[in-house]
C-alpha cells in the first residue's frame, strides 16, 4: 500500500516534468520528453548522494576530531 502510494506520487512528478518540458521546448515527441525527464531526475538522484556523502564526510571527521580530543583528555588523567 505504501509502495503503491510512492508510485502514484512519483508518476505525477513525471508527468508534470513533461508537461512543463511541452510547454517550454519544441520538443513533442514522448520518447525525448521521457529522456529528458529522466536525465533530469537522475542528475538530480546523483547532486541528492554527493551532497549526502559530503556531509556524512563532514560529520565523520567530527567525530573523529571529538575521540581525539577525549583520548587525549583521558589519557592525562
Known sequence: MEEEEI??????L???????YQENYAVRDKQDLLSMCVLHY???SLKA???GNIEDTEVTEKVYQLDYLL???FSKQ
Open 7 to 12: 508510485i502514484r506520487r512519483a508518476a505525477k
Open 49 to 51: 548522494d554527493m551532497k
Open 42 to 44: 537522475a542528475t538530480s
Open 14 to 20: 513525471i508527468n508534470d516534468r513533461i508537461k512543463e
Open 71 to 73: 583520548s587525549e583528555f
